[in-house]
């Protein structure tokens, strides 16, 4: 996956097959169109030349939402019903199955109130890459910052990236982020 910042939005690029990819934007202008945004995307724009589009421009509003409860009595949700994870992080149908997995487990022993406790520890990671991913938004001197730290510091990039797909615990982190904040201040 390829990630760009724009002045306006956020674009993605990921190979989908051997000859086609995807190209998403994330914006907080909801009528912000593709053909507008690569305008922001110089690069892309230009990896995309000559591309021919195999598919409609298609789009949806992506948030953050963490419910109180995502059960009670004999209901039970999953997925985006039982709150959202921010498109950015491109966690949501993998956290919709691992939450349908404790949940049948849940249903296999008769008792729901496990499912509480295993949904809000599934979503605390997503929730957190995607909230951290969003505070670079509309801030160029931040992401510039960022991308210095990352590119003098290679292995706290790498353990980020290993904490968001899940390979590693927050734990982990304490001196990744204090390496992270003083590069912010200093660079």
Same mark, same amino acid.
């Given at each position: 996956m390829e990630i760009y910042w724009g002045k306006h939005?956020?674009?993605?690029m990921t190979a989908v097959s051997g000859d086609e990819v995807c190209v998403a934007v #994330?914006?907080?202008?909801p009528g912000l169109r593709l053909e507008r945004s690569l305008r922001d995307f110089s690069d892309l724009s230009e990896?995309?030349?000559?591309?021919? #589009?195999?598919?409609?421009?298609?789009?949806?509003?992506?948030a953050n939402r963490q419910l109180k409860r995502v059960w009670r009595g004999n209901v039970a949700l999953v997925g985006d019903a039982s709150g959202t994870v921010?498109?950015?992080?491109?966690?949501?149908?993998?956290?919709?199955?691992?939450?349908?997995?404790?949940l049948a487990?849940?249903?296999?022993?008769?008792?729901?109130?496990?499912y509480q406790a295993a949904h809000r520890r599934l979503s605390f990671r997503p929730l957190w890459m995607a909230r951290l991913m969003l505070m670079l938004d509309g801030r160029p001197r931040i992401?510039?910052?960022?991308l210095q730290v990352f590119r003098k510091h290679p292995d706290v990039f790498r353990r980020l990236l290993a904490l968001h797909v899940g390979n590693l615990?927050?734990?982990?982190?304490a001196m990744d982020g204090l390496t992270l904040g003083w590069g912010l201040l200093t660079t």
């Open positions: 939005s956020q674009g993605y #994330a914006s907080r202008h990896r995309l030349s000559g591309a021919v #589009a195999t598919s409609a421009e298609r789009g949806a509003i992506t921010d498109a950015i992080t491109g966690d949501g149908l993998g956290l919709s199955f691992s939450q349908a997995a404790v487990n849940c249903l296999s022993r008769g008792d729901l109130t496990g992401q510039r910052r960022t615990s927050p734990i982990h982190l």
